[in-house]
Structure formats: structure tokens, C-alpha cells
């Protein structure tokens, strides 16, 4: 097994991954799944990010298009008005936040990156949407977020078929990692994918066995936060669903997740302390 890098670069400032730490989920659309994740006006994306920010977030992820399943896809002009203004209201207000752009479009990357201030690029399509995504990233030398998709948002959850999800996602980041360390890409951090382009045994397989994706040597990102995969297995709702997220947040934790990607920042925050506590006392009774 390949260590994983206990740092990465953002901005010329060195993020600590030794500990865990919570991404914040800001979705600039009105469509998303969970209808708690969403805003619009300049008022609402400033209080959800400084609240996030006292809850501990370490990272403010920033969308502006849904992705859940069968979603439809909106031009790259309305995602820059979306996304741009979102970035740009936080860093003026809080101008130290570390802020990801969740986007699969290298045109809505470069300007978020090189004109409102965003420091890391979250791609769901891994490269495959955008032909210029990898060289973007080396060009800029930002972090990035590789998420596996089977498919696309529209047709993802379709008939999605693996002969081991874990080991077919595995060997998927495998080619990718080769194509962006060619491409001279340094900070590489990888997302399976939960909920895209898999059904919810698929899902659950990838939480049970999610330290496997360590053998990739890179940060891992988990992002389950109230998925379908909680709320159809449990019959609610996703406004019902932060329990089941924290429940399944600690295992990911358990099994190596570096970074949780969620709606809820103040429970994943402590569910990161109290998972670090246990594993600390259990390092100390192997010594």
C-alpha cells in the first residue's frame, strides 16, 4: 500500500490532511436533490459560508449545477453567473476561505480559479466531460478532485453494471493518475463516486470496502451526505437523512476517507473528532 501524502497545496498554503477535514456544500442551483443545500441570493451564500466556516469547515465546495440523477444540464454561461458571483460574494467577505469549484467545465474553472479566487477544482466526470480539464489543472497548479461517474448525470443511474465496483473504480483511477502525473499534475485527491452512476448496493459495497481505495496512494474524499442510499434504504426523506449521513460518515472515516463532502458541517465535524479520538486510542494500545 502506496502512503498517502499527509499535505496538499493550496494556494501556497499547506492544507494538514493528518486530521480529517469537512468540505461544506454550497449549491448555487434551484434544483438540487436536497432542497436544505440550496441558495441564491448574495445573502444567503454569505450567512450558509460563514456558518459553515464557525462550524469548522476547512473547505467551501461551490456548484452550480445539479448532478443528481436525470438532471438536465444548463449552458456554461448560466453556470458562470451562478458560480462566478457565489465565489466572488464569499472572498470578499471572508477572503482567507479555501474554496472548490465543483465543475466539470475547464472554461468555468479557469475563471473561477483566475478571476474570483477558488483554489481547488472539483471535477465529477474525472476528466472525461472536458478534454482540457488535465492540462487546465497543470496549468493553474491547483488541487483536484477526480470523482468517478459511470455515465453521465442524465443517464447515470440508467443500468449501471460493474463486475467489482470497487476494484472497476480502482483501476479507472489507475489510467487517470498516469494521465495527470503525465500531464504534471501534482495534487491529486479522489472521490469514488457514491451515488453516481451506481445503485445502492453498489454504494454500500463502496463504503464497507473504502479503505481498499487507499492502495491509490492519494487523499480520499467521501461524499455520502444525504444520498439516496440513506434515504430509500431507511424509507424518509433527504431532509431526513442526517443521521443515516453520520453513521455512514464514520465508517468512511474508519476506512481512510481524508476529506467528507456534506451538506451538514457542524455534525461531520464531530463525527471527525470523535472518530480521531478512537483511532488515536487504538494506535496507542498497538504501540
Same mark, same amino acid.
Given at each position: 500500500?502506496?502512503?498517502?501524502?499527509?499535505?496538499?497545496?493550496?494556494?501556497?498554503?499547506?492544507?494538514?490532511?493528518?486530521?480529517?477535514?469537512?468540505?461544506?456544500?454550497?449549491?448555487?442551483?434551484?434544483?438540487?436533490?436536497?432542497?436544505?443545500?440550496?441558495?441564491?441570493?448574495?445573502?444567503?451564500?454569505?450567512?450558509?459560508?460563514?456558518?459553515?466556516?464557525?462550524?469548522?469547515?476547512?473547505?467551501?465546495?461551490?456548484?452550480?449545477?445539479?448532478?443528481?440523477?436525470?438532471?438536465?444540464?444548463?449552458?456554461?454561461?448560466?453556470?458562470?453567473?451562478?458560480?462566478?458571483?457565489?465565489?466572488?460574494?464569499?472572498?470578499?467577505?471572508?477572503?482567507?476561505?479555501?474554496?472548490?469549484?465543483?465543475?466539470?467545465?475547464? @472554461? &468555468?474553472?479557469?475563471?473561477?480559479?483566475?478571476?474570483? =479566487? !477558488?483554489? %481547488?477544482?472539483?471535477?465529477?466526470?474525472?476528466? #472525461? /466531460?472536458?478534454?482540457?480539464?488535465?492540462?487546465?489543472?497543470?496549468?493553474?497548479?491547483?488541487?483536484?478532485?477526480?470523482?468517478?461517474?459511470?455515465?453521465?448525470?442524465?443517464?447515470?443511474?440508467?443500468?449501471?453494471?460493474?463486475?467489482?465496483?470497487?476494484?472497476?473504480?480502482?483501476?479507472?483511477?489507475?489510467?487517470?493518475?498516469?494521465?495527470?502525473?503525465?500531464?504534471?499534475?501534482?495534487?491529486?485527491?479522489?472521490?469514488?463516486?457514491?451515488?453516481?452512476?451506481?445503485?445502492?448496493?453498489?454504494?454500500?459495497?463502496?463504503?464497507?470496502?473504502?479503505?481498499?481505495?487507499?492502495?491509490?496512494?492519494?487523499?480520499?474524499?467521501?461524499?455520502?451526505?444525504?444520498?439516496?442510499?440513506?434515504?430509500?434504504?431507511?424509507?424518509?426523506?433527504?431532509?431526513?437523512?442526517?443521521?443515516?449521513? @453520520? &453513521?455512514?460518515?464514520?465508517?468512511?472515516?474508519?476506512? =481512510? !476517507?481524508? %476529506?467528507?463532502?456534506?451538506?451538514?458541517?457542524? #455534525? /461531520?465535524?464531530?463525527?471527525?473528532?470523535?472518530?480521531?479520538?478512537?483511532?488515536?486510542?487504538?494506535?496507542?494500545?498497538?504501540?
Amino acid at each position: 500500500m502506496t502512503d498517502k501524502p499527509k499535505y496538499i497545496n493550496v494556494g501556497g498554503r499547506l492544507l494538514d490532511l493528518s486530521v480529517q477535514k469537512v468540505m461544506g456544500i454550497i449549491n448555487v442551483t434551484p434544483d438540487s436533490f436536497y432542497e436544505g443545500s440550496r441558495v441564491e441570493s448574495e445573502r444567503q451564500i454569505i450567512e450558509t459560508a460563514e456558518k459553515m466556516t464557525r462550524d469548522g469547515a476547512s473547505i467551501i465546495d461551490v456548484g452550480g449545477i445539479s448532478t443528481r440523477p436525470y438532471s438536465n444540464e444548463i449552458t456554461a454561461e448560466e453556470e458562470e453567473k451562478r458560480v462566478l458571483g457565489a465565489i466572488r460574494y464569499i472572498i470578499r467577505e471572508m477572503p482567507d476561505t479555501v474554496i472548490s469549484v465543483d465543475t466539470y467545465r475547464a @472554461s &468555468v474553472a479557469r475563471k473561477a480559479v483566475e478571476e474570483c =479566487g !477558488a483554489l %481547488i477544482i472539483n471535477d465529477i466526470s474525472g476528466g #472525461e /466531460a472536458d478534454s482540457k480539464m488535465f492540462s487546465l489543472v497543470k496549468e493553474l497548479n491547483v488541487p483536484y478532485i477526480m470523482m468517478h461517474m459511470q455515465g453521465t448525470p442524465r443517464t447515470m443511474q440508467e443500468n449501471p453494471v460493474y463486475e467489482d465496483v470497487v476494484a472497476d473504480i480502482l483501476k479507472w483511477f489507475s489510467v487517470k493518475i498516469s494521465d495527470l502525473q503525465s500531464a504534471g499534475v501534482k495534487d491529486i485527491i479522489l472521490d469514488p463516486g457514491i451515488g453516481f452512476g451506481k445503485t445502492i448496493n453498489h454504494n454500500f459495497e463502496i463504503v464497507r470496502r473504502f479503505s481498499d481505495f487507499s492502495i491509490a496512494g492519494r487523499p480520499l474524499v467521501a461524499g455520502i451526505s444525504r444520498k439516496s442510499m440513506i434515504w430509500k434504504t431507511l424509507g424518509i426523506t433527504p431532509g431526513e437523512a442526517l443521521n443515516g449521513t @453520520s &453513521v455512514l460518515n464514520a465508517v468512511a472515516l474508519m476506512g =481512510g !476517507a481524508d %476529506i467528507l463532502r456534506v451538506h451538514d458541517v457542524k #455534525e /461531520a465535524v464531530e463525527s471527525v473528532k470523535l472518530i480521531s479520538m478512537l483511532m488515536s486510542r487504538e494506535n496507542e494500545t498497538k504501540k
